[in-house]
């Protein structure tokens, strides 16, 4: 299975955007991806695009996920993406 790449679209002074850092630091740890951070406000096209949306989680080039990032929601995504 090829190493799946996440995107966490975010910004800084969010709270919601730190609690979602936290939570895919520490699926990193069991499951197998690249990690990298968006910051939308250096981007005029990613702010308009998830503004009001983040923190935006973005798997293999899908959103999975905005606002609360729910651990077992992207669990079962990574879990799908091993099955196939």
Do not use: H
Not at 21 to 43: H, V
Not at 57 to 76: A, R
């Amino acid at each position: 299975m090829n190493q799946s790449t996440l995107v966490l679209y975010t910004r800084n002074r969010c709270p919601l955007c730190d609690k979602a850092k936290n939570i895919l630091l520490e699926l990193q740890e069991e499951w197998d991806f690249l990690y990298t951070e968006a910051d939308i406000d250096q981007s005029d096209e990613l702010t308009e695009k998830y503004g009001l949306m983040i923190p935006v989680v973005e798997i293999d080039g899908v959103e999975v996920q905005y606002g609360q990032i729910d651990k077992q929601s992207i669990i079962e995504v990574f879990s799908e993406k091993r099955k196939s």
